[in-house]
């Protein structure tokens, strides 16, 4: 078990606590369950939320498993409280060390920002991994989002995205990768490129390109544009 303390506008206090058991009968390799704690306050004593977290990853083979995560949560937004609720089921399968394939399930009660009440949120995606070669790694991914005024009740929106990755790898030191993002309810799109190189075990530098762009009016706009280095 563990806690942590962050000092900056508010204090969070994490307790995260798990146990993991080894299996040998019925072809599971190990059955892991968890339980975490979050608690966010201000300086005053407010709280922002809290929330515990229920979490259970099954191991059903070396390439194949499966996660189950409950998360009840109680969250302070514009004066009030909102009790919030939800669940998200996953699998990830890895038939060989270069192809691998995944998708999650979530819905539940979550706060709608925008018009603050809460409603129901349902989200699902799928994702590819595939190692063409060694030093390659492509990794497409496509995810659906929806939010409801309750339930069963009138749909607020609607949203896809697309997302990608590429990895390049020169040597073990030093690589290149890109990543776009397409979102198709609110027309943004982010693409950025990044190549990092670890010249000694802990330190790395950084140089990246970040763009973001807009086509609601029908027509792609640049509305952003970033390079940065960095060494850490």
Not at 26 to 43: A, E, K, M, T
Not at 136 to 155: F, K, L, M, T, V
């Amino acid at each position: 078990m563990d806690s942590d303390f962050t000092p900056f506008s508010h204090r969070l206090v994490k307790i995260y606590s798990s146990y993991q058991w080894q299996i040998n009968k019925h072809s599971l390799r190990w059955i892991q369950p968890s339980i975490s704690y979050y608690r966010g306050v201000i300086y005053g004593g407010k709280l922002l939320y809290e929330s515990i977290s229920s979490y259970l990853n099954v191991s059903l083979t070396n390439n194949l498993s499966c996660d189950f995560e409950i998360d009840p949560k109680r969250e302070l937004w514009n004066g009030k409280y909102y009790n919030e609720f939800t669940y998200q089921v996953s699998f990830d399968a890895n038939p060989t060390g270069y192809f691998g394939i995944g998708s999650s399930f979530s819905e539940g009660k979550t706060i709608n920002y925008q018009h603050d009440f809460l409603g129901w949120n349902r989200e699902f995606s799928f994702w590819l991994n595939w190692k063409p070669r060694s030093s390659i790694e492509i990794a497409p991914e496509i995810a659906h989002g929806s939010q409801y005024r309750s339930h069963n009740g009138e749909r607020l929106f609607n949203q896809w995205i697309g997302l990608g990755r590429i990895s390049y790898f020169f040597t073990r030191d030093l690589y290149l990768k890109f990543f776009l993002q397409g979102n198709g309810y609110s027309h943004y799109h982010v693409g950025n490129a990044l190549l990092a190189y670890t010249f000694k075990p802990g330190s790395t530098f950084y140089i990246a390109y970040n763009s973001g762009w807009d086509n609601t009016a029908g027509n792609f706009k640049k509305e952003t544009q970033v390079i940065f280095a960095k060494i850490s």
